[in-house]
Structure formats: structure tokens, C-alpha cells
């Protein structure tokens, strides 16, 4: 299809004949013989391209450009007049003017100015493109915020991502821990490398080291061939290491030797390989009570928290649940006219969201699908809890205020009584790993 240009010019007779350079020249023309004319058909058909005369008899045509960059600031604009100055060309290119040409032309270089702002406009659309798949399959566009915490922890992640500290991410499951990682490593000097993710606690212990470091054919039963890590697949890249506190001892020695040494030793290997990479790692854990408990290295610890970015649960966020669903309205691809109701806006306000915003992606992933009337009511939410009911372990804190660790023991005790005494069950009962449990115990001597 023909690229459409509006050419706005009150000389019928210059108007003819630019109309039909343009038009043998393959474009689609549209005329008007005034400014306001040429305004109305802007409105009713936005073109791709507009040309126009400085006088158009009721309008300056630099006026024109104004109110056009105003109502579509994307459309290039070239500017022709037979009185031009080097002044109004500096006015018109200041207010936004693709081009400024002197009368007369000839025919071949307004085609071509044309033909540049054309290519120009779709270079731009298609980079415009590009940046909003980037951050649909990324979902980075997620961390637009509302919330004065995490506008305040955005600020720090991107003057982070201009260094090649390690950096460690805490934060509740699901909420949204690698989208971080991922902004830091596209506002970073390494975007155009790799960014390799890597779940350790989907790892078996037995094969960590071979996903991480590679493997040499033979190494083991199974090792056909020779075979790249994760961090030298990272090279140049980003490696995130996402449950960083989920590896072993043993196996944390040799992560901690490859972050310091920037090499890794493939297995069944003796030879090192240099590996240029920068690590961010996160967890949904306590890494300083691991390290307490002697189940997390001090010294990886350190080495990985170099700058430490802590992530806010979306319960402490709940001014951004609003741009977190028309988010994930466009993600997946609702329907055109879907909404959310405002008593069901209200309820997911109002709701803990222990899930995060994993829970809340969920939700919405799942209403687009069942609601058959356009539109979320809270009966398609199905929210298993309410904000203040058993989630609630007491009505308010009291003016003499209240111990945090008497609550916190007395919740031991009630659910080691409930659970005769087994370990397992009563972490479960309380949400927590069993190794957090046993610090506790430990902790109050119970």
C-alpha cells in the first residue's frame, strides 16, 4: 500500500502540480487549500506524511505544523515556501519540521525528502515495536510503579545496572524477582549480550556443577560429548542464579571461585576457562540466617551482595495493581472493550495477594479466559482469603506496644503442640523451611 501524504497548499495551481510529482512518483496524495481544511482532513484521515505551504492564506503554515505535532507528534512534517529565511527554517526545524525546501524545486528533491521521512517514521515505529515485544517477552514493562519504595529501588537497580557489581535480589515468591534481574541487564553496558536465568533449586545436586560449569565428554556415565555451562553461555552476558541459597556447601566453594576468578573448570576437565559475565543472584530466603545456621557461606554471601536490592510484596504495593493489570490484560491479548469492574478492582486492592504478582498474572490470565461478558466481576476472582481474616494474628497493636519475638515463639509452640512435636509438619504449618524452624527452636530454647 502507497504511503499516504496530505498536501496542504493554497496556490491551486502549485497545488496541482505537486500533487502529480508526488503522485507518479508512487505516493497516494490527499489536498487542501487552507489550513483549516487541511486540519479537518489530518482529523479524519491521519496521513502518513504532511507537506505544507508556509502561507495558506487563514493559517501560517508553521502554526499548522504546531497544532499537527501537538494532535500526532510521530507524523513528519516538510515545510515549502517560496519567501524562506534561515530564520523561519530555524523556526520550523525547532518545532519539530522534518524539512524546510525553498521554492522552486524540482520534482526529485521533495520526492526524496519524502521518501526520507517516510523511512524515517517507519524506523522508528519499528524500533517502537521492538522495545515493546523486548518488554512484553521480558515483562519488564511490569515494573512501571506508583509506589514511592519501589520508584525509590527502580532509581537504585538502574544506576546499579551501569557497574559490574554483583548484585543480590531478595524478595517474596512471585514478586517478580527476575524481571528485576532482567531490567538491570537491559539498562546495562551488556544488553546486547546473552542473559542466561538459572533456577538452582530445579537443579538435582548430582548434575549442578555440569549445568553450571560444562562438562568434557567422559566426564561421566551419560557425557557423549563435550558440553558449554551456563556461565560460559552467559559470556559477555548476564547469569542470573535465581534460589542462589538453595546450593550446597560443597558446591558454593566452587561457585564463590568462579564469581571471584571470573573462570570456570568444566568436569573431568584441567583446564580453566575464562568467563566474562556479571552475576546478579536472588532468593526468597533469609540468606543471613542461612549463613547463621552455617547453610549459606559468609564469604559467598558477601561476595554476592555487593549491592543488595530488596523487593516489597505486592501487599505493600497495592497502588500499582491497577497498571499491573492492564499490563497483563495487554500480555494476554484480552479482549477488545475487557475491563475490570470497580468492585473487583476494590477486592484485589483490598486482598493480600500471598502469591504476589505471579498470583495476580494468574488471576487475570485466568478471568480473560472464563468471563464471557468483557469484563472481571468479583465473582471470577475466586481470592481464597481476605485481607483480614485468618491471615490476621491480632486486631491492632496495642499504645504499650507489643514483643514481635513472644509472638513469634508462641507460634512455635503452638504449632509443634499441634503437630505432636514433628519438625516438618509444623514448618509447613507456619510457611517457613525446616532449617528456619530448627534456628528458631534453637534461638529460644524451646
Request: glycine content about 6%; hydrophobic content about 35%.
Amino acid at each position: 500500500m502507497a504511503n499516504h501524504i496530505l498536501l496542504v497548499d493554497d496556490d491551486e495551481n502549485l497545488r496541482r502540480v505537486t500533487e502529480y510529482n508526488l503522485t507518479s512518483g508512487g505516493f497516494e496524495v490527499s489536498t487542501a487549500a487552507s489550513g483549516r481544511e487541511g486540519l479537518k482532513a489530518f482529523k479524519e484521515k491521519t496521513p502518513d506524511l504532511l507537506v505544507t505551504d508556509v502561507k495558506l492564506g487563514d493559517m501560517n503554515g508553521i502554526d499548522l505544523l504546531e497544532k499537527i505535532k501537538k494532535e500526532s507528534p510521530d507524523t513528519p512534517v516538510i515545510v515549502i515556501t517560496a519567501f524562506g529565511t534561515i530564520e523561519m527554517a530555524v523556526k520550523a526545524m525547532h518545532k519539530g519540521a522534518f524539512n524546510f525546501i525553498t521554492k522552486p524545486f524540482d520534482r526529485d528533491t521533495l520526492r526524496l525528502s519524502c521518501r526520507k521521512a517516510l523511512e524515517l517514521k517507519s524506523l522508528r515505529s519499528r524500533n517502537r515495536f521492538l522495545s515493546d515485544e523486548i518488554n512484553r517477552i521480558t515483562g519488564t514493562k511490569g515494573l512501571e510503579t506508583a509506589n514511592p519504595g519501589m520508584k525509590e529501588l527502580l532509581r537504585t537497580a538502574k544506576i546499579a545496572a551501569n557497574s559490574e557489581a554483583t548484585i543480590l535480589i531478595t524478595g517474596e515468591s512471585g514478586s517478580g524477582k527476575e524481571v528485576l534481574a532482567r531490567f538491570i541487564h537491559q539498562n546495562s553496558p551488556r544488553k546486547d549480550g546473552p542473559m542466561i536465568a538459572v533456577n538452582c533449586a530445579a537443579i538435582p545436586d548430582t548434575l549442578i556443577e555440569s549445568e553450571l560449569f560444562g562438562h568434557v565428554k567422559g566426564a561421566y556415565t551419560g557425557a557423549v560429548s563435550n558440553r558449554k555451562g551456563r556461565f560460559q553461555a552467559a559470556d559477555t552476558g548476564t547469569l542470573f542464579l535465581d534460589e542462589i541459597s538453595e546450593i550446597k556447601i560443597d558446591m558454593q566453594v566452587k561457585l564463590l571461585r568462579a564469581i571471584q576468578e571470573r573462570e570456570v573448570e568444566p568436569v573431568g576437565s584441567e583446564r580453566s576457562k575464562k568467563i566474562d559475565i556479571r552475576i546478579i543472584a536472588a532468593t526468597n530466603k533469609n540468606v543471613q540466617e542461612a549463613v547463621n545456621t552455617g547453610e549459606f557461606r559468609e564469604d559467598l554471601y558477601y561476595r554476592l551482595s555487593v549491592i543488595p536490592l530488596h523487593i516489597p510484596p505486592l501487599r505493600e504495593r497495592h497502588e500499582d495493581i491497577p497498571a499491573l493489570i492492564t499490563h497483563f490484560l495487554k500480555k494476554f491479548d484480552a479482549p477488545s472493550g475487557f475491563r475490570v469492574s470497580e468492585s473487583a478492582l476494590a477486592e484485589m486492592k483490598n486482598y493480600s495477594w500471598p502469591g504476589n504478582i505471579r498470583e495476580l498474572q494468574n488471576t487475570i490470565e485466568r478471568c480473560i479466559i472464563m468471563c464471557r461478558n468483557n469484563m472481571i466481576t468479583e465473582s471470577d476472582l475466586n481470592l481464597k482469603t481476605t485481607p483480614n481474616s485468618k491471615d490476621s494474628i491480632i486486631e491492632e497493636i496495642p499504645d504499650e506496644g507489643i514483643s514481635l519475638e513472644n509472638i513469634e515463639k508462641e507460634l512455635i509452640i503452638k504449632a509443634l503442640k499441634k503437630t505432636n512435636g514433628n519438625q516438618s509438619k509444623a514448618a509447613r504449618l507456619l510457611k517457613i523451611p525446616r532449617h528456619v524452624l530448627l534456628y528458631r527452636i534453637e534461638k529460644f530454647n524451646l
